[in-house]
């Protein structure tokens, strides 16, 4: 497929798309059409690449850190082994994450709290290393 139909299908933009095939995210193949500037030909393989690159920066994964897991990946290197320590590091970042996302929440509340009610204005370094209120819902 060219560039336009791999866009629509991945619902990455077109410059996106170009983003990613310069840095080497992304590896088309060519046509013998286009002249100067082959046309480039994504597959299957391609889509599922764009998936992965999609997947890994909603964990917070940089892009840097997703190449090299594509780079592994297409070069056999990525063992079981290997995968299971990636997924863990990446489950404990975002874990440590979430804990601080939970921690701010909880210095909003606080702060929600003296606007409505006043008292003593919460101060911030009180919240940013303490353990969050409880479980909360994830919407």
Known sequence: ?????????TGLGVDTVR???RVGLLQPGESAKGGRN???????DDVRAAQTIQLGQALGMSLKAISAFLEDYRQGRL??????????????RLR????DMLAMADYLDAKLEWLQSGG???DLQDFLSHQP???RKLN
């Open 120 to 122: 003593n204005e919460p």
């Open 133 to 135: 209120r409880g479980p």
């Open 38 to 44: 082959p046309y480039q030909i994504f597959t299957a």
């Open 79 to 92: 063992t079981r082994k290997k995968n299971a320590e990636l997924i863990v590091s990446q489950r404990d």
């Open 19 to 21: 983003y990613y095939v």
């Open 1 to 9: 497929m060219l560039i336009s139909q791999f866009a629509q299908k």
């Open 96 to 99: 440590a994450k979430g804990h």
